[in-house]
């Protein structure tokens, strides 16, 4: 399944040209979001609180038109065979910071994130994602994550499902780090099923460091849901380990298909 296309090939510019544009892309992302912020805050006062709809603003709109102006062609796979009507904990590998318009683009259901404590310092960004009762955590306090994260388990009764990248930060090289055991012991804590994503391509997109935009394909392979039921607390690195495995066994899936160009 494709979702959205690309626009411009990376040989048609030099050094310059690209600069220019990443500029202009810069500047349509931070005016594209703080308007669309707005409209978001609005909407959830209307709706008396209820986050449904506001949430689904983000897949439908603010993630197309960000994935629309980085040129992004996004690809899923194997995502027509998940029940999306019940919550699950997703866990995806983490390259890029275009992950999160990748993922609330593909799916289907209100979705919120596990963050890093610094994003809710971040002007309009930060109090969007508190409104949205996004999960922020402090990396450097493994106690007070754990305890966010715990406090995340009425996301569930909502109906909602949440999004972490286990890894903690992003890839540079676009292997899966060690993925930390937050997430997965409130999965079994719940009883929630873990989903693993596996992406590729976003790195490529919009590299980890600095703000070097080109357009090219971000896949995203999602596998078999993960039950948690029956496991106990000490089982949460086991479990971790299996859900970063099922990653790279899905990303090693998709090796054999097309390579994205060079660089320029």
Known sequence: MSVTTSSVRPGLLGGVGWRALNALQLL???????????????????????????????????????????GARLDLEGFEAIDFSRPYIVVANHQSMIDICALFRAL??????????ELARVPFVGAYARAMGMVF???????????????AAAIFYEGHS???????????????????????????????????????????????AGFKVRPGRIRLRVGTPIATTGLQPGDRQQLAR???????????HGQSMDCPPPRP
């Open 137 to 151: 955590i402090e990396r450097q306090s493994a106690r007070a994550a754990a305890r966010r994260v715990h406090d």
């Open 28 to 70: 349509f992302t931070l005016t594209w979001t703080s308007v669309l912020i707005c409209f978001a805050l609005l909407l959830l006062v209307l709706c008396g609180g209820r986050r449904h709809l506001p949430l689904r603003m983000a897949s439908r709109v603010w993630a197309p038109g960000l994935l629309g102006g980085a």
């Open 108 to 117: 289907p259901m209100p979705m919120r994130f596990v963050l890093k404590q």
């Open 242 to 252: 299996r859900s970063q495995q099922v990653i790279i066994d899905l990303q090693r």
């Open 162 to 208: 949440l999004c972490a990248f286990p890894e903690g930060t992003r890839s540079r090289d676009g292997r899966v780090g060690a993925f930390k055991g937050g997430v997965f012991k409130l999965a079994i804590e719940t009883g929630i099923p873990i989903l693993p994503i596996a992406i590729e391509g976003s790195g490529f997109v919009l590299p980890a």
